[in-house]
């Protein structure tokens, strides 16, 4: 039987991209997971996340990854998505892809059930009976999920050194960091726009662009 986990990273943050990672392993293999030491990716520091990457890869039957940008992040208000929407697209394209015979998934949505409806309405109409359980914190639970979340929260790093290689050290790029704040606010000075890597919509960035750039306008 093929199992399936899905699991995402940089959901929250203002800068940055929303990566989401299905693992397709062997159900014989998911003890074999947990032996490695595999469980969520928050838990681990990110030498061993690394580590752990190549270990799942080698183990696992498929791996798939979905990067959603922040330019698609946006769009999705245009398209009257929300962003458990949007998450539910993108896992069932993985679903639909990989074909599993069962799928667990770390629930976005704060009612686990509605989110596992969610993403069977993108699922084609052949692969609407396939089991998917979909559980709050399943990340902690299923070491499959557990798994897609270092490969996702791995892929999310990479891409944040190649931004932090173009713009500078930017810190985490979640709103919370002042450092991360310092740096918008910085940028919307000098150039007079949000840069590309930024999810516009995002309150924190919609106050800054307004207070640098539209209030001045207006003056």
């Not at 990854?65 to 929300?82: A, G, V």
């Not at 539910?88 to 629930?107: F, G, H, R």
Request: glycine share 4%; charged share 30%.
């Amino acid at each position: 039987m093929q199992v399936l986990g899905l699991d995402e990273a940089g959901r929250g943050p203002v800068i940055g991209p929303m990566v989401i990672a299905g693992v397709l392993i062997s159900q014989e293999n998911i003890t074999y997971l947990s032996s490695l030491g595999v469980r969520d990716s928050k838990l681990l520091s990110p030498n061993m996340r690394e580590k752990l990457v190549d270990k799942i890869r080698q183990i696992a039957d498929e791996i798939k990854i979905m990067e959603i940008s922040p330019k698609e992040i946006d769009e999705r208000f245009s398209l009257h998505k929300t962003l458990n929407v949007l998450e539910a697209e993108n896992m069932a394209k993985i679903i639909a892809c990989l074909k599993p015979n069962i799928v667990y998934v770390d629930a976005a949505d704060i009612k686990a059930n509605r989110f596992t409806k969610t993403i069977k309405s993108f699922l084609p109409h052949s692969m609407k009976k396939i089991t998917i359980i979909s559980e709050h914190k399943a990340d902690k639970t299923y070491p499959v999920v557990s798994a897609a979340s270092i490969i996702a929260k791995v892929r999310r790093d990479e891409i944040i050194s190649r931004l932090k290689e173009i713009y500078g050290d930017f810190g985490s790029g979640y709103p919370s960091d002042k450092k991360t704040i310092q740096f918008l606010e910085n940028y919307v000075k000098r150039y007079h726009k949000l840069p590309d890597c930024v999810r516009k919509t995002w309150l924190t960035a919609r106050k800054i662009y307004e207070k640098h750039v539209l209030q001045r306008k207006l003056l």
